[in-house]
């Protein structure tokens, strides 16, 4: 057994097709499945098997790339050792944040890092993906930057790890014409009658507004679904819908011409977590980054 035909095992219990794990690995499907079969010239008990068009582990192949986790965990520890007693914090982090979170963190965390001595180098990335996906683009970033409903199931614990950045409410924004723009605060049942704009399913703005909707026992008009807070922010600002934005990661979308006002009586918050594979948080330049996202979104809070 060699550790990277352990790690593509790994990746593809997790992604869950060989061309997933060519892409998160950037090598090329005929690569991956050579690796594979390779690994299971050491083993008589088949490791993957064909699922539709798909290709799965095996029951003792999920055993085996557990095991190969842990024994890739464990050859992180040992380099992460070796950082430390030389005092190494270079080196490349990539980083993956959604659109909105990316807007207001990735130039701070830049600036914050050019403070830092000897910093490590960033690469950044958008990736706005539903909520669901967002633990399958560790195989492909050091750090992810996700975000899930706070009531919603927590990420998967198996070969993930989380660190939790802000507990951030969601507000109705509403035109700074509007008849509810002079209220301190809203309820369901004053904002389930209004046309919405929201985002498309599986994402934080459209969870909140079903339990709205469920709250107040009537149906939503939801007229358009977008997901990029400015574009939002406009279409509310023309004063013939309501939507929902995020407190404190919507902070670049201009408020001229919109109120944003509380809502109380359904469960409005939202995670913003980093996620990383167990091996990439023992390297003393993917931690420097962690600390730095941290100081970046506690002064954003203020």
Known sequence: MELHQLQILRELGALGSVTAVADALNVTPSAVSQHLAALQRGFRTPLTRRDGRRLALTPAGEVLASAGAEAIDAMAAARSALDEFEGASTGVVSISGFH?????????????????????????TDEDVAQSEFPALTARYDLVLAHRMEHSAPWPAEGIRSLTLVREPLDVAVAASHPLASRRTVSPEEVAGHPWVTSRIGYSPDDVLRAVSAVAGRAVDIRHRINDYGAVSAVVAAGEVLGMLPRYTSRSVDDRDIVRLPLHGVSTHRMIDVLARPENLRRRSVRIVVEALERVMARLRE
């Open 100 to 124: 909105s979170v990316g807007q207001v963190l990735f130039g701070s965390l830049i600036r914050e890092l050019a403070e830092v001595d000897d910093p490590p180098t960033v690469r950044l």
